[in-house]
């Protein structure tokens, strides 16, 4: 009896989003504008590779401000910041340049909002992620973070009239709204946030993997552990059929048992991931017979957004050039690596 053919389904879309791809070259432009070092205030995205690559280039990543030399350039990452972070590099005098990301900012910004017209704001988020910290920061007498469906029974709020919902942007989006029927249901009055803070790039990224899973023996998500979306990419894939499913962040991290009775391999990868580390994952699985490779496309992505304003008035201050500062797509085209 003939077996049947070993083969590779591909997520589409997967791996950089538009926040990613801005925050990466926002760092390479401003590496190639003022010259090494450019100080960055945590990973600029959760990618081991891509800090890595930045780091030989002449980056330093910090965990805080106070870390950078008085009066330094210091770039805040794509997860964003709170504004006390704003506020002790003004003290510090540091030139800053924003790379938050800007539907990052969008919830923030819905977090001011809400808490200057007085409301409980519950946000829905991992505890501790460098994003929960920054949105939170924004308004911390207002905020109670629920950290998924088991957090709900714990939440207190001063009027149950005047609640409303905020969430991180890279949470599964089936969780989460599990924990928005449970808080609706202990307070029924419980507003939505006026559009999805679950942002575009997660959702897409979801959706192809709940369509690849019901077919798929192992997923292979490529991606770092503190990635939210990426982990998230694991959990949705399990959860929607895939027999098995693994995080890697690089196709060497890949363990040779896992391929044991395997006919269907899910490939794809995190919101803050290269595509050379997925070429890198096919290649690896075509040696070992997986070379017939199916793309699953789920949603077509374009989106792009401009570079931060900082640094866009300086690319056109000191090249004369307005095209160059607004055009950030093809930059350091010959580096490959994190493109
Ligand atoms: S995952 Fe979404 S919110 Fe995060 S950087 Fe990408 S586009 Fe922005």
Not at 168 to 187: C, I, N
Request: charged share 25%; proline share 5%.
């Amino acid at each position: 009896m003939s077996q049947p053919e070993k083969k590779v389904l591909l997520a589409a879309p997967r791996g950089y989003c538009a926040g990613v791809d801005r925050a990466v070259v926002t760092v390479e432009k401003a590496l190639e504008l003022y010259g090494p070092p450019v100080y960055v205030r945590k990973q600029i995205v959760h990618n081991k590779h891509v800090v890595s690559t930045l780091e030989r280039r002449g980056a330093i990543f910090v965990d805080e401000t106070e870390e950078v030399p008085e009066g330094a350039t210091v770039i805040f990452s794509a997860h964003g910041v709170a504004p006390v972070v704003h506020e002790e590099a003004r003290t510090r005098s540091l030139k800053t340049i924003d790379a938050t990301c800007p539907l990052v900012t969008k919830v923030h910004r819905e977090a001011v909002r809400f808490a200057s017209d007085d409301y409980d704001i519950l946000l829905i988020g991992h505890e501790g992620h460098e994003e929960v910290i920054g949105t939170s920061g924004e308004a911390p007498e207002h905020i109670t973070i629920v950290d998924g469906p088991a957090d709900v029974d714990n939440v207190t709020v001063r009027d149950p009239e005047k609640v409303v919902w905020l969430s991180q942007t890279t949470l599964s989006v089936d969780e989460t709204m599990e924990t928005v029927k449970r808080l609706r249901e202990k307070f029924p009055a419980l507003q939505n946030p006026p559009s999805d803070d679950i942002c575009y790039a997660t959702q897409n990224r979801q959706l192809a993997v709940k369509q690849m899973a019901p077919d798929t023996d192992l997923m292979i998500v490529v991606g770092s552990r503190n990635s939210s979306n990426s982990v998230r990419l694991v959990e949705v894939a399990l959860e929607h059929g895939a027999r098995a499913g693994h995080l890697v962040d690089f196709a060497d991290e890949i363990d040779e048992a896992w391929l044991e009775g395997v006919t269907t391999v899910g490939v794809t990868s995190g919101a803050s991931v290269p595509e050379v580390l997925v070429r890198d994952v096919l290649s690896w699985l075509a040696e070992r017979g997986y070379a017939t490779v199916e793309p699953v496309v789920a949603a077509e992505e374009s989106l792009l957004f401009a570079l931060p304003h900082e640094l866009s008035r300086d690319i056109k201050r000191l090249s004369g050039s307005e095209a160059d500062a607004v055009r950030h797509d093809g930059a350091f085209e010959d580096a490959g690596s994190l493109h």
